[in-house]
């Protein structure tokens, strides 16, 4: 089984995402600890890549800054190892194509499997071309976790049909960050989903607010957050991960209040 189906197993989930090494990778693994610590049931670790052209001007900073900083895969990769003797829940890298093929397919994902990363989120993969990573996430265990967006209409069963782990379903159009109110028609691309497979289904981009989190946690299986947590550490610096066990606890408590 999954180890990411774990973290809908006690309610609507919590996921934070953080950018690793920002603004270095003590702070990362202390805002980790703190969001496990706090209510986090699954945390997305982003690894830094010079054009991530899923994201927003927020988490675009967070990953220049890393970069800066001098963050490599292989210092990203230390990091989950060190993390893994404490923080037992999922985690999954978000990342880009680019990042596995500079690194070497196999060598990435077998390492995802050997320091205890769940899976993997690849904004910039499209549906048709997944099986680029398939076969070798297959082969070490590692969930290759599908989007779903607005624009994905007509194909929303099919990508649904051959998820693993969770779906992203993505609230809204553009880019990450956040957003005073999401108007996309989630409910209907949920019920597809739904009709479809049984593997939970999260919604991202745009929720900052416990608000919006509870909001999003009723008509799906959970909430995830990004640029809300990076502008903490952006605000914050190495201070930041008592803020974000803070933010987290907070947001854990409304996706609670949609059960």
Same mark, same amino acid.
């Given at each position: 089984?999954?180890?990411?189906?774990?973290?809908?197993?006690?309610?609507?989930?919590?996921?934070?995402?953080?950018?690793?090494?920002?603004?270095?990778?003590?702070?990362? +693994?202390?805002?980790?600890?703190?969001?496990?610590?706090?209510?986090? $049931?699954? /945390? @997305?670790? #982003?690894? *830094?890549?010079?054009?991530?052209?899923?994201?927003?001007?927020?988490? !675009?900073?967070?990953?220049?800054?890393?970069?800066?900083?001098?963050? &490599?895969?292989?210092?990203?990769? $230390?990091?989950?190892?060190?993390?893994?003797?404490?923080?037992?829940?999922?985690?999954?890298?978000?990342?880009?194509?680019?990042?596995?093929?500079?690194? #070497?397919?196999?060598?990435?994902?077998?390492?995802?499997?050997?320091?205890?990363?769940?899976?993997?989120?690849?904004? $910039?993969?499209?549906? @048709?071309?997944? @099986?680029?990573?398939?076969?070798?996430?297959?082969?070490?265990?590692?969930?290759?976790?599908?989007? /779903?967006?607005? &624009?994905?209409?007509?194909?929303?069963?099919?990508?649904?049909?051959?998820?693993?782990?969770?779906?992203?379903?993505?609230?809204?159009?553009?880019?990450?960050?956040?957003?005073?109110?999401?108007?996309?028609?989630?409910?209907?691309?949920?019920?597809?989903?739904?009709?479809?497979?049984?593997?939970?289904?999260?919604? #991202?981009?745009?929720?900052?607010?416990?608000? !919006?989190?509870?909001?999003?946690? @009723?008509?799906?299986? #959970?909430?995830?957050?990004?640029?809300?947590?990076? =502008?903490?550490?952006?605000?914050?610096? =190495?201070?930041? *991960?008592?803020?974000?066990?803070?933010?987290? =606890?907070?947001?854990?408590?409304?996706?609670? !209040? +949609?059960?």
């Amino acid at each position: 089984m999954s180890n990411i189906k774990s973290a809908f197993e006690n309610g609507k989930a919590f996921i934070p995402f953080i950018t690793c090494g920002d603004p270095d990778l003590e702070t990362t +693994a202390a805002a980790v600890k703190a969001a496990a610590d706090n209510g986090a $049931d699954l /945390i @997305e670790l #982003g690894i *830094p890549f010079s054009d991530p052209t899923a994201e927003g001007p927020v988490i !675009q900073g967070a990953n220049i800054r890393a970069l800066k900083g001098g963050v &490599t895969t292989d210092k990203i990769f $230390d990091l989950v190892r060190e993390l893994r003797k404490t923080v037992k829940i999922p985690m999954v890298f978000m990342t880009y194509a680019n990042v596995i093929f500079s690194y #070497g397919a196999e060598r990435f994902i077998s390492t995802c499997r050997e320091t205890g990363i769940d899976g993997l989120i690849l904004p $910039d993969l499209p549906f @048709e071309e997944k @099986e680029e990573f398939l076969p070798v996430c297959r082969k070490y265990g590692v969930d290759l976790i599908s989007l /779903i967006a607005p &624009t994905s209409a007509n194909r929303i069963s099919m990508i649904a049909g051959e998820a693993e782990g969770f779906i992203y379903i993505v609230s809204s159009l553009g880019v990450t960050g956040t957003r005073k109110e999401i108007n996309t028609d989630l409910e209907s691309i949920i019920s597809v989903v739904r009709d479809t497979t049984d593997i939970p289904c999260a919604v #991202g981009f745009g929720i900052s607010t416990p608000e !919006q989190a509870r909001k999003m946690a @009723e008509i799906s299986d #959970g909430a995830i957050v990004g640029s809300a947590i990076i =502008k903490l550490l952006e605000k914050y610096g =190495k201070d930041a *991960p008592a803020y974000i066990g803070e933010y987290v =606890k907070s947001m854990k408590d409304a996706v609670r !209040q +949609a059960e």
